[in-house]
């Protein structure tokens, strides 16, 4: 089972930062924190990952509390095609990962 | 430095057939995942493997599904005897040591 928890969906519209929220409020010491996305019927794309710190690359931004409890993806402009289902997913390295549902995130023009 | 590479992208079966799924990892990765969409619903994981060894078999149904990671050559998803409830996409993923996986485009299952 994920054990992860994310809002179902949410609206953002174009241009904005996009934030979506992530609960692991039972993530271990050695679990790091890992963001996928979907777009429709594509294979799933890594996004950004982090243990403690917060990380930045070309795609987004990672937030995550000092209590490691829970976390923030940013996409910063979002456009039009970053709809897609966002996984925030906790795992060790080398460990496999289990997908939950999601957050289907919709780019409104 | 290609990508992972699924094929064929597109496979349709009759029932009772045999299916092969080929995933070739990216150069320099040696674990290999496997995951199934079905229509509509969410990835679910079917088996983990390293060059010629299972690491991971937990999701794979105990049936008429294998998988194997040869010394040389691609990562097989083998489906025998396919039914119609098989058809879905099915993604493969390698990763490196310390890394996110890299998927690839998936191969998707028609079974007629």
């Known amino acids: 089972d994920a054990k992860t928890t994310q809002p179902p969906s949410m609206d953002c519209a174009e241009g904005r930062a996009a934030n979506l929220p992530c609960n692991h409020s039972?993530?271990?010491?050695?679990?790091?924190v890992y963001w996928y996305r979907q777009i429709h019927s594509q294979g799933p794309q890594y996004i950004i990952h982090g243990l403690k710190n917060n990380e930045t690359n070309e795609m987004a931004s990672l937030i995550i509390t000092e209590d490691r409890k829970s976390s923030t993806l940013i996409l910063p402009h979002a456009t039009l095609r970053d709809t897609a289902v966002y996984y925030c997913?906790?795992?060790?390295?080398?460990?496999?990962?289990?997908f939950g549902k999601g957050t289907r995130l919709h780019i409104l023009p | 430095n290609a990508g992972v590479m699924q094929n064929p992208r597109h496979l349709v079966r009759r029932r009772g057939q045999e299916a092969r799924l080929r995933c070739s990892p990216m150069k320099g990765h040696s674990h290999v995942y496997w995951y199934r969409q079905l229509p509509e619903e969410g990835l679910k994981f079917m088996v983990y493997l390293q060059k010629e060894n299972i690491i991971d078999e937990s999701g794979m149904p105990k049936e008429r599904f294998s998988a194997e990671f040869p010394k040389e050559g691609p990562s097989i998803l083998r489906i025998q005897q396919v039914v119609r409830g098989d058809s879905a996409a099915y993604f493969c993923?390698?990763?490196?040591?310390?890394?996110?996986?890299?998927f690839g485009s998936g191969t998707r299952l028609t079974v007629v």
């Open positions: 993923a390698s990763s490196p040591r310390r890394e996110g996986y890299t």
């Open positions: 997913i906790v795992r060790v390295i080398d460990d496999k990962i289990i």
């Open positions: 039972t993530i271990s010491g050695n679990e790091y």
